[in-house]
């Protein structure tokens, strides 16, 4: 099948790349392939673009084609361009308490699959716990949940809500700073992003949605220090100031990152 032309910018530059790679499928049904032109061990080919957007290429027509679900690594290519092929793929949705309750099964799935990998290694004691704590968790003031989805795939969520001026987390060993205790602060209770799709960009994404247009100063977390997620925060500017201990689990670091700076005050205030 022939490429839709003319091609510009960034579209003509991954095809070119595409057909100079030697992508090669590692799963799916090789009749499924075959049906579509793409034997077993085939280079995959962008096939066509997406005529409804022409902003993206149909790479991932290919891809899924020749995978028949999903591709277990991209031989020979680089990360700059898995992030291309599967970035514009996802959908992101905002959700209050009433519609994020409708997705709890998904979450629980979800959260399942991301905390079964090390070092976390939770077990159905953990899921019960998540599913259970989402019904009251979903009433809480401010609470906003964003998801990432694929075709009908749910493949990152994150969620939070308010915590009110003057409280902190339980269990804390320190009390943080004044500015931060006496405030309204963001809480993130979970930023999760399924282990096929993660460093494609999606947990960024989501993280900026979530945040963006909210009225608290500060945005709170708890990271489990042996997580490669904790030195990520770091780098995104999150600060520790204080260690809480679970009751089921490891200990946390709790991370604050200022969201909104105070406006300086003006001439003649």
């Not at 049904?29 to 962008?46: D, T």
């Not at 795939?153 to 320190?174: H, K």
């Not at 405030?183 to 947990?203: C, L, N, S, T, Y």
Request: aromatic residues 8%.
């Amino acid at each position: 099948m022939g490429v839709t032309q003319p091609w510009t910018g960034r579209e003509a530059a991954a095809l070119r790349q595409a057909n100079r790679m030697n992508v090669r499928a590692h799963s799916g049904k090789s009749g499924h392939r075959r049906r579509h032109g793409c034997e077993p061990g085939q280079p995959v080919r962008a096939v066509r673009l997406r005529a409804e957007t022409q902003q993206v290429l149909d790479i991932d027509l290919a891809v899924r084609t020749c995978w028949g679900t999903r591709p277990a690594g991209l031989q020979g290519t680089d990360r700059s361009l898995q992030h291309l092929v599967f970035r514009d793929m996802v959908t992101y949705s905002r959700h209050d308490g009433r519609s994020a309750l409708a997705l709890t099964p998904a979450l629980s799935d979800l959260y399942a699959v991301v905390y079964a990998e090390p070092p976390y290694q939770e077990g159905s004691e953990q899921v019960d716990r998540f599913r259970n704590s989402l019904p009251e968790e979903s009433t809480r003031s401010g609470f906003t949940l964003i998801t990432a989805d694929d075709g009908g795939r749910l493949v990152g969520a994150a969620y939070g809500w308010t915590m009110p001026a003057g409280t902190w987390w339980s269990r804390a060993d320190l009390q943080p700073p004044g500015n931060i205790r006496d405030v309204d602060k963001f809480a993130i209770m979970e930023w999760i992003v399924h282990p096929d799709r993660q460093a494609q960009g999606i947990g960024a994404e989501l993280i900026r949605r979530l945040l963006k247009d909210r009225q608290e100063r500060y945005a709170t977390l708890a990271s489990d220090p042996r997580s490669a997620a904790r030195g990520m925060y770091e780098r995104a500017g999150w600060r520790q100031v204080a260690r809480t201990m679970l009751s089921w689990g490891p200990s946390m670091d709790l991370l604050v990152l200022e969201i909104h700076t105070p406006s300086s005050p003006t001439a003649g205030d």
